[in-house]
């Protein structure tokens, strides 16, 4: 079962994203770019990156499992919101490892994260070989660590043989939340 590459939830559209986006795609991370003291992950980067992404993403699609990027865009304007990407059968053949979740600064605090999440683990779930997600999250990054753990994102995962990930200044968990029985 391949994951769709169009879909919604109640005010957003959700669509695989396309080699034309790369620029405003980057333009649209780069603009997170104030929680940078809380999470590294949000450092600016150029389009070729971005770039690069996408076209891995447009490989996969024709997969069964694979690297997905999606652009989250507001249904009634079309308007750019943030954009995720995961990938399907990582070391875990039954894991997906989200890598990148954000909505832009103008956006947040008003429900599009939970509700883009809530649709997203949905439609994650409706593939009975996914029987759990991971989300990296930096322990500064309070937003994140607040939207995943009310997600149901609450065990946090050894890796590498270690529970707490340093990376330069920054602490990270990975944290799991189970499919079974999400479906629906």
Same mark, same amino acid.
Do not use: Q
């Given at each position: 079962? !391949?994951?769709?590459?169009?879909?919604?939830?109640?005010?957003?559209?959700?669509?695989? =994203?396309?080699?034309? /986006?790369?620029? %405003? @795609?980057?333009?649209?991370? !780069?603009?997170?770019?104030?929680?940078?003291?809380?999470?590294?992950?949000?450092?600016? =980067?150029?389009?070729? /990156?971005?770039? %690069? @992404?996408?076209e891995e993403s447009e490989r996969c699609e024709?997969?069964?499992r694979g690297f997905r990027m999606q652009a989250i865009r507001l249904a009634a304007t079309n308007e750019l919101l943030g954009y995720f990407h995961f990938r399907e059968s990582t070391t875990r053949p039954d894991v997906v490892a989200?890598?990148?979740?954000?909505?832009?600064p103008g956006f947040r605090s008003q429900g599009?994260?939970?509700?883009?999440?809530?649709?997203?683990?949905k439609k994650l779930s409706d593939d009975p070989r996914n029987q759990a997600v991971w989300a990296r999250v930096y322990l500064k990054n309070n937003p994140a660590l607040r939207l995943w753990t009310k997600q149901g994102f609450t065990r946090v995962v050894e890796h590498k043989g270690q529970h707490i990930h340093v990376d330069g200044e920054h602490l990270s968990v990975i944290l799991e939340r189970s499919l079974q029985g999400t479906a629906g």
């Open positions: 079962m !391949n994951f769709p590459k169009h879909w919604t939830t109640e005010r957003t559209r959700i669509d695989s =994203v396309k080699t034309a /986006e790369a620029e %405003s @795609l980057a333009a649209a991370f !780069n603009s997170c770019s104030d929680v940078l003291e809380l999470d590294p992950t949000f450092r600016v =980067v150029d389009p070729e /990156e971005v770039l %690069s @992404l996408v024709a997969s069964e989200l890598s990148i979740f954000f909505i832009r599009f994260g939970r509700e883009v999440a809530d649709g997203l683990l």
